[in-house]
C-alpha cells in the first residue's frame, strides 16, 4: 500500500491564529518567523509533530517554512531529526521553493542531506536558469526533484519544466487541487506523466476557480477516482493529505481525510479480513 503523509504546509495559518487574511504568503512568512529562533525551535517543532502524531499519521512532508534552508542551522537539524525519530515520523519528502542561484540550491540540498531526506517537491528556479548545473548539484548531494504543477494545461507543459531526460533525478509531483485546470483531461495527464511521478499530494477544493481547500469529496475534484487511476497505472509512491484551510485548524478534517484516503488504499481481500 503507498505510504500516506502529512504535508505540514497544511498549517500554513497556525501561528496567525487561523485568521489568515493575506494570502499564502502571510502564512509562510509568519511561520518562518515562528520557527527561526534556535532557542524557540525544540518546543515549537516538537508541539508540531505531536498535533500531527495525534492524527495518526506516521509521516510527513517537510513544508520547508518549517525548517527553512535560509535559516537552518545544523543545530536546527540534529533537533528536527531527533524530535522526528522520538515521534516515529518519517519524512517522505521536502516540500517548497529551493532557489534561484547555486548557494541557495546547495543550501536546500545540504538541509535535506541533514534530515536524510531524498525527495525534493515543489519549485527549482535555479532549474531554468542552469539545468545542467541543478541537475549535476542533485546528484552530488544524492538527491531527487520532483516539480509540482500549478497552472499549466498540460500534461506536456508541465515535462517541459523538467526537461526529457535525467529522469532518474527529475521528475513531477501531482497536486490534484491545481489539476482541476485540465477537466477532464485530469485522467489523461496522470497516464501520461505516469513515468516521471514521484509524489501525489492529494487535495479537493471547493470550485474550479480558485484554490480553496475542502474535506475530500465535498468539492469539485475527484478524488476517490483520482486513486483508483493510480492504481491503474502501478503508482507505489508516497501520497499526501493536502488541506489547508485559513480559517480553522484543519487537524480533524485531515484526519477524515487520512482515513478515508486509507480505506480506499486497502485492498478489498484485506477490508474483508479486517471486517
Not at 223 to 231: E, M, S
Amino acid at each position: 500500500m503507498n505510504k500516506i503523509s502529512f504535508i505540514t504546509a497544511n498549517f500554513v495559518a497556525r501561528e496567525l491564529g487561523y485568521e489568515l487574511t493575506e494570502g499564502w504568503h502571510q502564512g509562510n512568512n509568519a511561520t518562518n518567523d515562528y520557527f527561526r529562533s534556535i532557542d524557540t525551535f525544540p518546543k515549537r517543532f516538537d508541539a508540531l509533530l505531536k498535533e500531527i502524531n495525534r492524527m495518526g499519521f506516521q509521516s510527513i512532508d517537510l513544508w520547508v517554512s518549517h525548517l527553512h534552508w535560509a535559516w537552518a542551522t545544523k543545530e536546527h537539524s540534529k533537533i528536527a531529526n531527533s524530535l522526528i525519530n522520538k515521534h516515529r515520523l518519517r519524512v517522505a519528502s521536502m516540500v517548497g521553493n529551493f532557489g534561484a542561484t547555486r548557494l541557495e540550491l546547495e543550501a536546500a540540498c545540504q538541509v535535506a542531506n541533514a534530515m536524510e531526506i531524498r525527495l525534493l517537491a515543489g519549485s527549482v528556479p535555479f532549474l531554468r536558469i542552469n539545468r545542467d548545473e541543478a541537475v549535476t548539484i542533485l546528484r552530488d548531494y544524492g538527491l531527487e526533484f520532483a516539480q509540482m504543477n500549478q497552472k499549466e494545461e498540460s500534461a506536456d507543459q508541465l515535462l517541459k519544466k523538467i526537461g526529457y531526460d535525467n529522469h532518474d533525478i527529475l521528475g513531477i509531483a501531482i497536486d490534484t487541487g491545481w489539476y482541476q485546470v485540465l477537466k477532464e483531461s485530469l485522467f489523461d495527464a496522470f497516464e501520461e506523466l505516469a513515468p516521471n511521478l514521484k509524489l501525489v499530494q492529494l487535495k479537493d477544493v471547493v470550485a474550479m476557480e480558485g484554490n480553496t481547500t475542502c474535506i475530500y469529496e465535498k468539492g469539485v475534484i475527484p478524488v476517490h477516482q483520482c486513486i483508483q487511476k493510480l492504481q491503474e497505472i502501478r503508482f507505489n509512491g508516497s501520497i499526501t493529505v493536502e488541506h489547508h484551510p485559513f480559517d480553522r485548524n484543519p487537524a480533524e478534517e485531515c484526519q477524515h481525510n487520512f482515513e478515508l484516503l486509507r480505506s480506499w488504499l486497502t485492498p478489498q481481500s484485506q477490508r474483508a479480513r479486517i471486517r
